[in-house]
T-cell receptor
Framework: SQQGEEDPQALSIQEGENATMNCSYK?????LQWYRQNSGRGLVHLIL?????REKHSGRLRVTLDTSKKSSSLLITASRAADTASYFC??????????????FGQGTRLTINP | DGGITQSPKYLFRKEGQNVTLSCEQN?????MYWYRQDPGQGLRLIYY???????QKGDIAEGYSVSREKKESFPLTVTSAQKNPTAFYLC??????????????FGDGTRLSIL
């Protein structure tokens, strides 16, 4: 099963509103990353938060991490039409032959209505 | 401009045919990955390679094969043994220090369909 689970699966809001997406995971992690995927394109890295960090900002993005609840949230403030995309969290909890590999959740599909 | 190039963008496979998806990167990254994405789903890891001439199976390697003869290139072959190959295939690369704290850079994918 997927390590990361995003919630909600889909979110539709008006331009200018804030959008919040959540990610829960099952086992201990060192890092958690958020990615964006526009329709029919590859993923683009947004932000990485380490297990010893609680909050991180990048422009209009704010990510929080609660390791006690095994959850993270991504907040996009003052949303724009260009923010319409799917957003994925990825955790590094799985170790395969000495190498940590990312495990992606199923994503939240965000639609910003003009 | 550095990046990852996947080709072709669209690919059609006939019954019993093997097809190869190309992935080239000029980011000088050691690690490369292949993922499969089904509609409305997340990414599942097919194969990954941390270094030239070495690669490891991911979660869904059956019916796929890879090679890593050059640092820049990591082609994926979808064999006839893969009975449900219709999906969006994404290639990625990263600096790999085995610490899990490096972002992955993605190509724009290849959409594979059955004829």
């Amino acid at each position: 099963s997927q390590q990361g689970e995003e919630d909600p699966q889909a979110l539709s809001i008006q331009e200018g509103e804030n959008a919040t997406m959540n990610c829960s995971y099952k086992t201990s992690i060192n890092n958690l990353q958020w990615y964006r995927q526009n329709s029919g394109r590859g993923l683009v890295h947004l932000i990485l938060i380490r297990s010893n960090e609680r909050e991180k900002h990048s422009g209009r993005l704010r990510v929080t991490l609660d390791t006690s609840k095994k959850s993270s949230s991504l907040l996009i403030t003052a949303s724009r039409a260009a923010d319409t995309a799917s957003y994925f969290c990825a955790t590094d909890a799985v170790v395969v032959q000495g190498a940590q590999k990312l495990v992606f959740g199923q994503g939240t599909r965000l639609t910003i209505n003009p | 401009d550095g990046g990852i190039t996947q080709s072709p963008k669209y690919l059609f496979r006939k019954e019993g045919q093997n097809v190869t998806l190309s992935c080239e990167q000029n980011l000088n990254h050691d690690a490369m990955y292949w993922y499969r994405q089904d509609p409305g789903q997340g990414l599942r890891l097919i194969y990954y390679s941390q270094i030239v001439n070495d690669f490891q199976k991911g979660d869904i390697a059956e019916g796929y094969s890879v090679s890593r003869e050059k640092k820049e290139s990591f082609p994926l072959t979808v064999t006839s043994a893969q009975k449900n190959p219709t999906a969006f295939y994404l290639c990625a690369s990263s600096i790999d220090r085995g610490t899990g704290d490096q972002p992955q850079h993605f190509g724009d994918g290849t959409r594979l369909s059955i004829l």
